[in-house]
């Protein structure tokens, strides 16, 4: 099954409430008693986000309630939308809960607190945004999350499995790293056995004609079969520079990270963008 990691920004960003960053935000803060403990959630809302950001490795664990009001039957379901760095949508959804025990209410409201439903996300290195919407205007879900780190990855870079001409970036005076040729007609193939994860950096080319920021399309393939497509951003880079290439200059880095299953796998990396040629370096997790 295709997966598309576009985002279509339809929703207005308004609330933002940030982990370990910004916790001053309160217009969705709403306090729970749970067996006589002040807890705060957070109210999610159909109409603006609700932001956590983290900065990974680590796992951050979502836990949701919904409400009961006086009209309501004896179960709910609900769904939340959530998505990570404007790119990757996923959606969780939860299937008739009841109502919690006496010892769990919220003080300013006569709604009755659901039983919580917990679910984990897998917080790639580097800092991410996460951010949460309802997806349906009812009933009323409210979250709170926990965030815990985890030891930084050691990373072992891949050659490709046809084309290892490398390209030499220098970063600064001690930074020298390699990458490969990525572009529509130059796919780059690498053999990785599994479960582990990768990370992929890439550069778009710069010619002295093209200028500002551009957007560029990643597609990937896992053992012949299109798991997702990723659109970066980028812009010349200030720092980096080629080696021996002069007509050219290195767009600012990016990167995305893909999971992957036992066993041995391939994955291929093909540019979309047939006017633009670009630069791929591809680290398995040890």
Request: glycine share 4%.
């Amino acid at each position: 099954m295709r997966k598309n990691f576009f985002l279509i920004k339809a929703f207005c960003l308004i609330t933002v409430v940030f982990f370990q960053i910004n916790l001053n935000a309160q217009i969705n803060k709403v306090k729970y008693n749970i067996n006589g403990k002040n807890i705060n959630y957070y109210a999610l809302s159909r109409d603006s986000m609700t932001h956590i950001s983290v900065k990974g490795p680590g796992k951050l664990t979502i836990t949701t309630r919904t409400r009961f009001t006086s009209i309501t039957t004896d179960s709910l379901s609900y769904g939340i939308v959530y998505v990570c760095d404007d790119k990757k949508l996923k959606v969780h959804k939860v299937k008739k809960v009841g109502r919690d025990g006496s010892k769990v209410t919220i003080p300013s409201s006569t709604d009755v607190p659901s039983t919580p439903k917990s679910f984990t996300i897998k917080v790639d290195p580097e800092i991410h945004d996460y951010s949460f919407v309802m997806l349906d205007k009812s009933p009323q879900v409210d979250l709170i999350y926990k965030f815990v780190t985890e030891a930084a990855p050691k990373w072992k870079e891949l050659s490709p499995l046809a084309d290892t001409t490398t390209i030499k970036i220098k970063v600064d005076s001690s930074n020298i790293q390699s990458y490969y040729k990525l572009s529509s007609t130059h796919p780059q193939k690498f053999k990785v056995k599994g479960p582990s994860s990768l990370r992929v950096f890439t550069r778009l080319e710069y010619n002295y004609s093209m200028q500002g920021e551009l957007s560029y399309r990643v597609m990937v393939k896992r053992n012949d079969t299109i798991i997702g497509t990723f659109k970066l951003s980028t812009k010349p880079s200030v720092e980096a520079q080629y080696i021996k290439d002069k007509k050219h200059i290195p767009g600012t880095l990016e990167k995305f990270y893909l999971e992957v299953p036992s066993g041995d796998n391939s994955y291929e990396f093909v540019l979309l963008d047939k006017h633009f040629t670009s630069l791929i370096r591809v680290s398995r997790k040890k």
